[in-house]
């Protein structure tokens, strides 16, 4: 479970230093229980919802429920947080 008062401060850390792997570096240090990863946002399908979004990017969360990785919309089943850049076009 991820709360959501942490995905806050996560969407408002990642706003403040940008979607870079030393970000997610001190990301992973400020919240060593949850997995980050970051890709561009053509990488996620586009049926997916962001959970929330941020200033150049969307927050998707994942769970690893059933030993399997996967995109959830819940917080509670949530185990890592994926920031998805966005194009400027």
Do not use: K
């Not at 992973?28 to 990017?57: K, M, N, Q």
């Amino acid at each position: 479970m991820i709360a959501p008062e942490t995905l806050a401060e996560i969407r408002d850390q990642a706003a403040a230093t940008g979607v870079t792997e030393a970000a997610l570096v001190d990301l992973r240090r400020t919240w060593p229980g949850i997995h980050f990863t970051y890709c561009s946002e053509d990488e996620v399908p586009a049926r997916l919802r962001p959970y929330a979004v941020g200033a150049g990017f969307d927050i998707y969360l994942v769970s690893n429920a059933e030993h399997c990785v996967a995109f959830t919309d819940n917080p509670e089943a949530a185990t890592g947080v994926v920031l998805a850049t966005l194009s400027e076009d």
